[in-house]
């Protein structure tokens, strides 16, 4: 004797369990397919992947900010004392959060009436056993890539290629030390540069500190401020800007 057909109900509930099964088994493999290979190194389709925590990265990364009147100014995101202790060691090895903190870099600077005109990268990481290399392109301008990044592929476009670098090839011989941020940081102060203070950006932006916490000039809190996005003023400040 036949089984009884479905249901709707039944047959619709089958389909949305099929579909969460079959999203929750190719999700963490898109990797594979929409990104360039490397994602160990580069991370982009990192997030939900398996082969993630299959792996060790480590380095160091800074941003040089220039100003139109010749300045220099060297931010140190592990140290920064406007980020948390758990955004210290995210936003420098993760490029997503990295060029956060590069969108609030430049919104500081705008808030504090500073004439940024451009934001170089120097870093050097070291995946697992390959050789170190920068993992963000050296000499490009980052401010390029403000608020550009935002989406996944195909949504959005790799930044491998442009200012993150492709994986470092295992037989290559190593670019840079991943122990050296302070002879890097010597280096950017004997050519003129100065170590950036960002709490003094902070404050020339008309942010203050009380028991802790940082407010926005409206009082508010800064955190709720969503400093680190591009809005419509900080796309005009930095499409604006003179050429570095």
């Keep these: 004797m036949a089984p009884p057909p479905l249901t709707v109900r039944q047959t619709s509930l089958l389909l949305f369990v099929g579909a969460i099964f079959s999203f929750h088994g190719l999700w963490p493999l898109r990797h594979l397919l929409l990104y360039p290979s490397g994602v160990s190194w580069h991370e982009e389709g990192h997030l939900h992947a398996w082969h993630m925590k299959l792996r060790t990265k480590r380095g160091w990364s800074l941003v040089v900010a220039h100003e139109a009147d010749g300045s220099r100014t060297i931010f140190d995101p592990e140290s920064d004392p406007l980020l948390t202790h758990d955004q210290h060691g995210k936003v420098a090895v993760r490029p997503h959060a990295f060029m956060l903190y590069v969108t609030l870099v430049a919104r500081l600077h705008m808030m504090a009436g500073r004439n940024l005109t451009a934001v170089y990268p120097y870093s050097c990481y070291s995946l697992n056993n390959r050789p170190a290399a920068p993992l963000y392109a050296p000499g490009v301008d980052l401010l390029d890539f403000v608020g550009k990044y935002e989406l996944a592929v195909p949504l ?23 122990h050296s941020e302070y002879e890097a940081t010597k280096q950017l102060n004997d050519n003129g540069a100065v170590a950036g203070d960002s ?46």
């Design 156 to 178: 959005g476009s790799s930044g491998v290629g442009t200012w993150l670098t492709p994986i470092p090839s295992l037989t290559q011989q190593a670019a840079c030390e991943v």
């Design 199 to 244: 709490y003094r950006l902070a404050q020339q932006a008309g942010i203050v500190r009380k028991g802790g916490a940082y407010f926005a000039p409206s009082g508010e809190y800064a955190y709720t401020q969503r400093w680190h996005r591009l809005d419509a003023q900080l796309a005009a400040y930095l499409a604006s800007r003179p050429a570095p």
